[in-house]
């Protein structure tokens, strides 16, 4: 008598190359969201299983050019004033 295959699991499962952990995408995997992307470990032995790009937000080269050229601005419109104090006190 032979034995019956086992049942391959399902496409959706993850597997930790490290130490051979496996468990459904919707596990027990620690995921760690940052800006904008988000990361996948192995909750026994904590290798980063993938990484992958968030699509729910925006690049951050968009919000670092935003916040840059707030900074800018804002230099900008100090030294303005600064460069306006010390003209009359020339005069």
């Known amino acids: 008598m032979t034995a019956a295959p ?4 399902p496409k959706t499962t993850l597997y930790c190359s490290s130490c051979g952990h496996e468990s459904p995408a919707e596990g027990d995997w620690i ?3 940052r800006f904008d992307t988000a990361s996948v470990d192995c909750p026994d032995c904590g290798t980063e299983i993938t990484r992958r790009r968030r699509f729910d937000r ?11 050229e707030a900074w800018t601005a804002s230099w900008t419109h100090s030294c303005t004033g600064l460069t306006r104090l010390w003209r009359s006190l020339l005069v």
């Open 6 to 9: 086992q049942p391959s699991p």
């Open 31 to 33: 995921v760690h969201e």
């Open 58 to 68: 925006p690049p951050i080269v968009a919000s670092t050019t935003a916040a840059t």
